[in-house]
């Protein structure tokens, strides 16, 4: 049951874009299009899944005063290895991120569960939290993505869903859309959570 | 222009490029710690000193040992080590030296480690072929870009602060809706001088 919840928290109660604020930077930047917004999620859960691994294997042996730098250091090493894997496999993808991929070792995110999960857990309840939030983030900036795609292009995932006469908001794909989006959707989770407390 | 002018650069990063509202970096402190004037005032100078030390030590490490010793590889982790290394002893000696200035902006300088702009900066020098003149020039503009929108933002959110706002909206909804209308007014200096 609570190998279930690590894994599940992170998606809904406890995403890390909407519920705990972090980790807007990539989220906003990079979710001009749901292609972009998808590469940037599958990067970093990539990342966090790894570091949360090795973190929780090597805890045991960490000094508490150093524990930062330690972690840093793997994270660092997992990043530069997607870094490098993003550059000769997929180069389109890679150059419209740009700098937001090195950047990744300074996610929220990524330091905040290693400081605030794996530090303290075991190996499977880390790969599990890792999994549940990086699918949270994933999700988070896919729909934001999908929806500034959508409306400021016409376009999901690179295919045309309007008829022709439709005229896009060039707004939403420019940085203030990425603004509004994010912030209608956390006007909505609110709305909701008000609803849901006043029953 | 030419956009490799020093003072195309600088005007290019300050307003055309800004750091938070156009390029997206470094949000968390720029919805964190705008409530109050104060604040956001203690924590553009911090990031004003500490952007400049760590670009300049960055770039220095970066064309002096990585670059001869063909460790291009090392960039990721030895940029964010020498960051918060660097963090540390500015910390300690403003803490020795000039305790006025560390009663300013001390608590703001731990916050910068993590402050994805510092590093973004020491990265967008390298990859831009700065050399040491235009990389300084880049993250002044940068970084007085950055203190110039966080209080802008600050005083419009004191003011919302008063305002009746809906109740769902109410807290970070509205101030996204602040930050993208401030967003779409820097839009409007595209192509100030030819840029």
Not at chain 1, 35 to 61: D, E, P, Q, T, Y
């Amino acid at each position: 049951m609570s190998l279930k919840n690590d894994f599940l928290s992170g998606i809904i109660k406890e995403n890390p874009v909407l519920v705990l604020m972090i980790g807007l930077c990539p989220t906003l930047a990079v979710s001009s299009t749901a292609v972009n917004g998808f590469g940037m999620g599958i990067a970093a859960s990539f990342v966090l899944v790894c570091s949360n691994i090795v973190i929780a294997m090597v805890r045991k042996w960490t000094p508490d005063q150093i524990r930062i730098p330690i972690f840093i250091i793997i994270i660092s090493t997992f990043v530069t290895l997607t870094d490098y894997v993003m550059q000769a496999y997929y180069p389109a993808l890679y150059k419209q991120l740009g700098v937001f991929v090195p950047l990744i070792v300074v996610n929220c995110i990524i330091l905040g569960r290693a400081e605030a999960f794996a530090y303290k857990n075991g190996v499977l309840s880390s790969t599990l939290d890792g999994f549940g939030m990086g699918l949270g983030f994933t999700l988070v900036i896919t729909v934001i993505g999908a929806i500034r795609e959508l409306i400021g292009n016409g376009t999901i995932f690179g295919k045309v869903v309007f008829n022709p006469e439709f005229q896009p908001a060039l707004i939403m794909i420019l940085p203030p859309g990425g603004f509004i989006t994010i912030g209608l959707l956390m006007a909505f989770l609110h709305y909701f959570q008000n609803k849901a407390k006043e029953k | 222009m030419d956009s490799t002018s020093l003072f195309g650069i600088l005007i290019a990063s300050l307003l055309i490029n800004n750091i938070l509202l156009i390029r997206f970096i470094a949000l968390c402190s720029f919805f964190g710690v705008s409530n109050q004037m104060e604040t956001s005032i203690g924590m553009g100078m911090a990031v004003i000193f500490v952007m400049m030390m760590a670009s300049a030590v960055s770039w220095l490490i970066y064309y002096f040992l990585l670059v001869p010793f063909d460790l291009v590889y090392l960039r990721t982790a030895s940029f964010i080590l020498t960051i918060a290394a660097l963090v540390q002893l500015e910390e300690m000696y403003l803490k020795k030296y000039v305790p006025t200035l560390y009663r300013a902006m001390g608590i703001y300088l731990p916050l910068i480690t993590t402050n994805c702009a510092v590093l973004a900066v020491a990265f967008l020098n390298i990859d831009y072929n700065y050399n040491f003149m235009q990389s300084m020039v880049y993250t002044f503009g940068v970084s007085a870009g950055y203190t110039l929108a966080i209080i802008l933002f600050a005083g419009i959110r004191e003011r919302i602060a008063l305002a009746p706002v809906p109740k769902a909206l109410q807290g970070y909804p509205i101030a996204f809706f602040t930050a993208s209308l401030m967003s779409l007014a820097f839009l409007g200096f595209k192509g100030l001088f030819g840029l």
